[in-house]
């Protein structure tokens, strides 16, 4: 058995069951394609092997790595853009204390760097630089993307220009291609300490290996309880390929109903503010996974009840095209109970001595019915509670069910040949060497 649920009771009124179980051959069919590797992008399907595959040897690598970081730092930078960061940030922040800036305490803070090209974030990021004792982790298989390609040419030198060559060296690990780019060939230079990037596994696939692993356990969080939630989740889903009881095929199967009958964008709710990251983890997954041939359900996320006094409007009144999935987190991982007021000026005395969880609940009740009732379906994901086994399972989920989903669709789940097309623009306006053409190109298309 697994912890994670999923159910779509709530989404019965708006689909019919004949119109979500009608994908159960398909969904056979899918399934059997990922495991025997013959299906679109089957070169990338290394992340469906990690939850089991990954050794003793690497994990215990990756702790004692992370130890020797922990005793040199008060912060670690990870350098990377997409899955090189998104993966390890949802996970880290899902997992620390809110204020943990604040608190402190006895592992490094990990901050992030190569995620933009803000001229004024790299500013602020080196002034706290200068008064920090700090490591870097830099992810990039080739070495050569543009936004983590200068954050590192800048952390290199304030590094090495703080603590010297020598030191700044055993102060870096590389997360990078086994064999080739140019972070590899820096890395072999420099001797930094290496780890692999499989080379069948995707970016936004790739927390389980150690561009997720290294920054989960430099943050100070145990990686076995991680990895082992992903293998629980995988051994289970092996178990029945049904939509009444395998928990992919069934959110692959709904998700798809729904795009059919016209609910074209899909809202991952959570009521936690410390989800705030899995939602864009899970964006990024979906986006760059289904949006392809002019297909796919646009993935967005909310966080209530935050943003039930902004975008609850207009889930609940606006264009009928979405639906909701909630993340529901049963219980939390403290109590704190409403305070009586002897004036109850605010009028709150009704809920005096009720866990804030409760009143947190009773609001995401409420409101899937309010949105349910204003032509919203929703689906619900459950964990018990936040922790790193639980995050695991719920990992391996979204990724199995990506992948299926995606087959569904009929596209390649794991490449993004649309990322590039930015890039080609870029570095045209940059001047880089190779694209004069295109840089003529569109000097006159801006007149």
């Known amino acids: 058995m697994v912890n994670l649920e999923f159910e779509y009771r709530n989404a019965l009124n708006f689909v019919e069951k004949e119109e979500i179980t009608k994908y159960q051959d398909e969904i056979n069919k899918h399934f059997e394609s990922l495991n025997s590797r013959t299906g679109k992008g089957n070169d990338f399907l290394g992340w469906m092997d990690l939850p089991d595959g990954t050794s003793e040897e690497m994990i215990t690598d990756i702790e004692t790595v992370a130890k020797k970081m922990q005793s040199k730092s008060e912060l670690t930078v990870v350098v990377g853009i997409g899955g090189s960061y998104l993966g390890s940030r949802a996970i880290i922040d899902a997992l620390s204390h809110h204020f943990s800036q604040l608190k402190g305490g006895n592992n490094p803070i990990v901050v992030y760097a190569g995620q933009n090209i803000s001229e004024d974030y790299f500013t ?15 992810i990039s298989k080739s070495g050569t993307t543009t936004e983590p390609a200068v954050a590192f040419r800048l952390l290199k030198a304030h590094i090495e220009n703080k603590y010297g060559k020598q030191d700044a060296r055993d102060r870096i690990v590389a997360i990078t291609d086994k064999e080739h780019g140019a972070l590899k060939e820096l890395a072999t230079q420099e001797g930094y300490k290496t780890f692999v990037v499989p080379d069948d596994v995707g970016g936004r696939y790739s927390v389980l290996t ?44 709904v998700r798809n109903a729904l795009y059919n009958k016209g609910f074209t964008t899909e809202i991952l709710v959570n009521y936690e503010p410390r989800l705030f990251y899995i939602t ?72 005096a001595g009720m866990p804030i969880h409760e009143v947190n609940h009773q609001a995401e009740t409420g409101t899937t019915l309010a949105h349910i009732d204003g032509g919203v379906p929703n689906l619900k994901i459950s964990i018990p509670k936040i922790n790193e086994y639980n995050l695991g399972e719920l990992v391996y989920f979204y990724e199995l069910a990506c992948a299926v989903s ?6 390649n789940p794991f490449d993004q040949p649309g990322v590039e097309a930015y890039k080609k623009n870029m570095f045209a306006l940059l001047g880089k060497p190779g694209f004069e053409k295109e840089t003529e190109e569109i000097r006159k298309r801006l007149g």
């Open 210 to 253: 150690p561009v997720g692993l290294l920054p989960i356990a430099v943050a100070g969080f145990s990686i076995r309880e991680f990895i082992e939630g992903a293998k629980n989740m995988k051994q289970h889903l092996s178990a029945s390929k049904s939509i009444e009881q395998n928990q992919v095929a069934a959110y692959a199967a």
């Open 406 to 411: 995606g087959y569904i669709l009929d596209v």
């Open 124 to 138: 602020d990021l080196l002034e706290i630089l200068d008064d920090k004792d700090y490591t870097l982790i830099v």
């Open 280 to 351: 864009e983890w899970w964006k990024q997954l979906y986006g760059e996974s289904e949006g392809k041939e002019n297909k796919g359900i646009f993935p967005a996320g909310v966080s209530f009840t935050s943003d039930l006094h902004s975008m609850g409007q207009y889930i609940q009144e606006g264009l009928r095209n979405i639906f909701e999935t909630v993340l529901s987190v049963e219980k939390p991982n403290s109590e704190l109970l409403v305070p009586n007021d002897e004036a109850n000026l605010d009028k709150l005395n009704y809920i």
